[in-house]
């Protein structure tokens, strides 16, 4: 069965940075377009980042635009990574991947990785 871990989470300060990283096992997920989710507390989980099987092509929600970055290696287990910069405590919030839902089926989800933005 597929296992999506995700880690990289912590407590920072506004205006700090974090590297978020998903790593795979149970499959592969080097021909799918995969995604960043989050899910803040009291509410839905929501769409955060995407990008495309080949790292060709990025999509962003627009809160995050121009502070956070996803990335890829698909010759690493680690599927995905979302560079997170100039944090502000709206973005506090546990941290998912998994595959990218306009293209692909969700597979089961992980723990997922609690980040922390503190005032």
């Known amino acids: 069965q597929v296992h999506l871990v995700e880690s990289g989470g912590g407590l920072v300060q506004t205006g700090g940075s974090l590297r978020l990283s998903c790593a795979a096992s149970?499959?592969?997920?080097?021909?799918?377009?995969m995604a960043w989710f989050r899910q803040a507390p009291g509410k839905e989980r929501e769409f955060v980042a995407a990008i495309s099987w080949n790292g060709g092509s990025t999509n962003y929600i627009d809160s995050v635009k121009g502070r956070f970055t996803i990335s890829r290696d698909n010759a690493k287990n680690t599927v995905v990574y979302l560079h997170m910069n100039s944090l502000k405590p709206d973005d506090t919030a546990v941290y998912y991947c998994?595959?990218?839902?306009?293209?692909?089926?969700?597979?089961?989800w992980g723990l997922g990785t609690q980040v922390t933005v503190s005032a």
């Open positions: 149970g499959g592969t997920f080097t021909n799918y377009a």
């Open positions: 998994n595959a990218d839902p306009s293209y692909h089926d969700i597979v089961p």
